[in-house]
C-alpha cells in the first residue's frame, strides 16, 4: 500500500509561483513513476506532468511546458511540482499519483488508469 499526501497549494496571483510536494510512504519509492493531475470545477481530471523512476526522463502536457518542472527527491520519498508564470486556468486541485508496477511495466504516465495510488488532492487558486 503506498500513500500519498500533498502540501503546498493556496491562493497566488497571476503571474506568481508555487511549489507542491508529495510525500510517499512506499519502501521502493525510487522504483515509481509519479505524475501530477489537476481538476478544475466542472471539468475532468487531466494529466499535468510526469516523472519516471530515472529522474531524468520527464513529461509535460503542452498547456504547462515550459512553466512547470517536476521533480523527485528519491532520499525524502517526495516528488515535487514548481509551478511558475501561474495563470487564472492553472486553478484546480492538484493531485499526485504513483505508478508502483516495475519499470519495466510502466507505460508514458498520461492517463489516469496508469496510476493506482493516489492523494487527497490540494487547492491551487490563481487570482486574475
Known amino acids: 500500500q503506498v500513500q500519498l499526501v500533498e502540501s503546498g497549494g493556496g491562493l497566488v496571483q497571476a503571474g506568481g509561483s508555487l511549489r507542491l510536494s508529495c510525500a510517499a510512504s512506499?519502501?521502493?519509492?525510487?522504483?515509481?513513476?509519479l505524475g501530477w493531475f489537476r481538476q478544475a470545477p466542472g471539468k475532468e481530471r487531466e494529466f499535468v506532468a510526469r516523472i519516471s523512476w530515472r529522474v531524468d526522463n520527464t513529461y509535460y502536457s503542452d498547456s504547462v511546458k515550459g512553466r512547470f518542472t517536476i521533480s523527485r527527491d528519491n532520499a525524502k520519498n517526495t516528488v515535487y511540482l514548481q509551478m511558475n508564470s501561474l495563470k487564472p486556468e492553472d486553478t484546480a486541485v492538484y493531485y499526485c499519483?504513483?505508478?508502483?508496477?516495475?519499470?519495466?511495466?510502466?507505460?508514458?504516465?498520461?492517463?489516469?488508469?496508469?496510476?493506482?495510488?493516489w492523494g487527497q488532492g490540494t487547492q491551487v487558486t490563481v487570482s486574475s
Open positions: 512506499g519502501r521502493t519509492f525510487s522504483s515509481y513513476a
Open positions: 499519483a504513483a505508478d508502483a508496477r516495475p519499470p519495466p511495466l510502466q507505460g508514458l504516465g498520461v492517463t489516469l488508469a496508469e496510476y493506482r495510488y
